[in-house]
């Protein structure tokens, strides 16, 4: 078997400590930082010296920590962390392409990244072709001698698809463009960049924090990517301003330390509704199926210390169906019935009329989204099969089994 990238030992190789010895480093709670000569300020801003920090929208000890851990989660080089995925992704593709650009993405992303591609980027002129990412001679075809980027979802959201990062790296490299994975879904379980990408971004928001209590997001790349945005002159970080805020990028710096247990409690809790859901025939979306399209790809691709993750969605036909489900779930405490993924606890949505609700019903369609698609984030229940028990009963009390 070949040796897979090893995420968690990465992260507990680094020894970052506070100045007064503090086994946590010390939070860098200031917007500017003074400097003793002049000449290290004027240096500092023309990026010709090290060590120095001038401001904290441009670079801060504290995001500078939780940025090594994630580079170290990634093995790239350097890592930015921003406000929110959002900011993540559109400095990325906003750093990498100008007007009269083109770009090839998933049709199949998370709803905001697709309004943003297919609506926002048309203020400047950048052409985007959407493409089934499973299907290799389409992104093939699709691709133009100005297409900057090839984006794509390791696991897509909401239809849990396993984009082949080595194959889509071949086709982009051929042809001069970047490959942009989004690993929101999957951190420690793919290594995106080892298998290829160039750029890796995530929402923080979700399994990397794990605490639903802050949004927040991360770009993984080169170092000359990563000076390239934070350039005071022209660069999409530093003139556009999506910084995360020191305070939580040291919360979130000691909640990475614990995510290689997390991701293998929800893989496990996750395979173990998988296989529950396929005893009583419910229809069901979970890669950890040996008939899930993807499967074998999926464990070529993985680390396998991480399980295949923690998303799987079950298909009720109709948003009608689905809603009195989700209700009757949150009122039996299965979970909570909200958006957003990677929480301790257990939450469901209708990804149609929610978190892809931004895409077009006759994409939805195209792309084999039901309308009665419930995605769960199985959270970190210690009794799962209470939760399944009482998943159970919902779907009984309703006539749906
Ligand atoms: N990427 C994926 C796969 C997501 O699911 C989401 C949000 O749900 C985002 C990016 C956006 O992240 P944020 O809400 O932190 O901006």
Request: one cysteine or more; a negative charge; glycine letters at 8%.
């Amino acid at each position: 078997m070949d040796k897979k990238y090893d995420p968690a030992t990465a992260i507990q190789k680094l020894e970052q400590f506070g100045e007064f010895g503090g086994v946590n480093p010390s939070i860098t709670d200031s917007a500017t930082f003074t400097f003793l000569q002049e000449e290290s300020m004027i240096k500092t801003f023309h990026g010709e010296m090290e060590g120095c920090y001038l401001y904290s929208r441009h670079w801060n000890p504290s995001n500078k920590y939780l940025s090594e851990a994630l580079a170290a989660l990634e093995g790239t080089e350097m890592a930015w962390v921003t406000g929110s995925g959002m900011a993540a992704i559109t400095t990325v593709l906003l750093q990498l392409c100008n007007s009269g650009d083109h770009i090839v993405s998933s049709v199949t992303t998370y709803g905001g990244t697709y309004a943003f591609l297919a609506n926002y980027l048309k203020k400047f002129n950048i052409e985007v072709t959407f493409v089934n990412i499973t299907d290799h001679e389409s992104v093939r075809k699709a691709m133009r001698p100005n297409t900057k980027v090839l984006y794509t979802e390791t696991m897509t959201n909401p239809m849990l698809q396993i984009s082949d990062i080595p194959v889509l790296a071949e086709i982009a490299h051929a042809n001069g463009t970047q490959l942009v994975v989004d690993n929101t879904f999957t951190p420690m379980i793919f290594a995106p960049y080892q298998l290829g990408a160039d750029i890796v971004v995530y929402s923080m928001t979700k399994f990397i924090n794990g605490k639903n209590d802050a949004v927040a997001g991360a770009i993984c790349a080169s170092k000359e990517f990563v000076d390239a945005i934070s350039n005071v002159n022209d660069g999409t970080a530093m003139l556009l301003g999506p910084v995360l805020d020191p305070l939580r990028s040291s919360n979130i710096l000691k909640n990475l330390a614990t995510l290689h247990i997390r991701m293998q409690k929800h893989s496990e809790n996750a395979a173990y509704l998988a296989k529950k859901f396929k005893s009583i025939g419910l229809k069901h979306v979970y890669p950890g199926d040996p008939e899930f399209p993807q499967h074998e790809l999926m464990k070529r691709m993985m680390n396998p210390d991480f399980g295949f993750g923690g998303m799987i969605a079950i298909d009720l036909e109709t948003a009608e169906q689905a809603a009195p489900f989700m209700e009757r779930m949150q009122d039996k405490g299965v979970g909570y019935h909200a958006v957003s993924l990677g929480y301790f606890k257990t939450l469901f949505s209708n990804s149609g009329k929610s978190t892809s609700s931004e895409v077009p019903d006759e994409i939805q369609q195209e792309m084999g989204l039901s309308p009665g698609l419930v995605r769960f984030s199985v959270g970190l229940d210690h009794n799962i099969e209470r939760s399944y028990q009482l998943i159970e009963e919902t779907l009984r009390e309703l006539n749906y089994i």
